[in-house]
């Protein structure tokens, strides 16, 4: 193995300029593939971070799955239902001390209780349609992502005394209020209630800076003439991952549709696993082009040394001492090139990581979210040697399917 070895070594030093020119392939391959994994990864994993921060983990509602049965299903096995009336069923969560308190049992995280319904805002004679959420301020701090995207006041503002509401900056300016103004908010039923802005909130999605009124539970509950009741339990959870099992766990436990962050968002999800189908297609395709050029020296290699190869066999050398000789070789530049690739990626992560966007709507610069992981080197590095392995078994294989005495009688 160390004479094959030694072999291995003088046919690409024997080579020098075209082995480097090929090395080089495969490094800016290796390199540019972990820089382009490092970026795709990035942003999708802020992506996701922001898409788990800005909703609940689990969202339990006071709807079903499936519609409940009519009482004649039980007694008929064929029945047809025709001009019935609808009842003005204002539904809310069955029991709500209790379902909270069996989920606080052991759900791992905050178990936020919430009453949720429409409204009006109006204020100097502007009127706009908002959602207004009702919550128990000391959990929702620790349950909602606005919490840390209060410009002025926060939720705990909401127990200062009187009736209260923090909302969205871009809500605020739509009406033309500000901090300390009182806002009226008039619910589905027509009542009004005027109430003292005490907090500001930008999120940076204009749709709930807009749109969104937050207030205390038992406020919320005289608004919408609802006593002791409440329509959503939302779970903010230690492990997001885990949303499915605990999910599945709840709805079961309680009968209320639960939802999870990943089954409302499962035409994204599965957007981004075929976006990173396609990154490591593109990336392989990089790679395999770069094999080539290992392709091109090995057969150029096995083609000069034909000679050499007669005189090995002809000593007593296997042809799979033949294969294993020029699949080294192959190895080798494919292994130096993978080498000199993580330098270069590391460069690039640097480069791109160090890049600033100055974006007016947001007001602050960002920078691209790069993603450090060693599976990046490591899958760059496997396909690199991957289709140095193919370019150099491909010729290595030809060649020791040579005749000896057909090569030293000058027959090829």
């Excluded at 549709?257 to 035409?267: G, L, P, R, Y």
């Excluded at 296997?318 to 080798?332: K, N």
């Amino acid at each position: 193995m160390r004479l094959l070895l030694a072999l291995a070594v003088a046919h690409i030093r024997g080579r020098a300029r075209q082995t480097l020119v090929a090395g080089l392939g495969v490094a800016l391959g290796v390199g540019f593939s972990i820089a382009m994994a490092a970026l795709m990864q990035g942003s999708q994993d802020d992506f996701v971070r922001q898409l788990v921060d800005t909703m609940p983990h689990v969202e339990i509602t006071d709807e079903t799955r499936a519609p409940a049965p009519q009482p004649a299903e039980a007694a008929y096995d064929v029945v047809a239902f025709s001009n019935l009336r609808i009842v003005d069923d204002r539904r809310g969560i069955a029991n709500p001390t209790a379902a909270r308190a069996r989920l606080e049992a052991w759900v791992p995280g905050t178990v936020a209780p919430a009453l949720v319904t429409q409204g009006v805002a109006r204020y100097a004679g502007r009127d706009a349609g908002v959602t207004v959420t009702g919550v128990e301020p000391e959990i929702e701090e620790r349950a909602s992502s606005v919490a840390g995207d209060f410009v002025q006041g926060g939720f705990r503002s909401l127990d200062a005394g009187g009736d209260n509401v923090v909302i969205g900056d871009g809500l605020a300016g739509k009406l033309g209020a500000t901090l300390g103004d009182t806002v009226d908010i008039v619910s589905p039923s027509g009542l009004s209630r005027g109430f003292r802005v005490v907090g500001l909130f930008h999120t940076g999605a204009r749709a709930r800076d807009e749109g969104e009124v937050y207030m205390a539970l038992r406020t919320a509950r005289i608004l919408a003439e609802r006593p002791n009741v409440i329509n959503r339990i939302r779970l903010r959870l230690e492990d997001p991952d885990a949303a499915p099992a605990i999910a599945a766990r709840a709805e079961a436990g309680l009968g209320y549709k639960a939802v999870s962050w990943q089954e409302a968002n499962e035409a994204i999800l599965e957007a981004l696993v075929i976006r990173n189908f396609i990154m490591y297609t593109v990336v392989a395709a990089i790679l395999l082009v770069a094999g080539f050029g290992i392709f091109n020296i090995v057969s150029t290699i096995t083609h000069e040394k034909a000679r050499d190869i007669a005189i090995l066999k002809s000593l007593g050398f296997a042809e799979t001492d033949m294969r294993r000789l020029f699949l080294i070789e192959g190895l080798a530049i494919g292994g130096a090139g993978a080498v000199l690739g993580w330098a270069i990626g590391y460069g690039l992560c640097l480069a791109l990581g160090s890049v600033r966007f100055e974006v007016p709507e947001l007001g602050d610069a960002t920078r691209l979210p790069l993603a450090w992981s060693p599976w990046h080197y490591a899958i760059s590095s496997a396909l690199a040697l991957g289709a140095a392995g193919i370019a150099g078994y491909l010729p290595a294989r030809r060649a020791a399917r040579l005749n000896p005495v057909d090569i030293i009688r000058g027959a090829t």
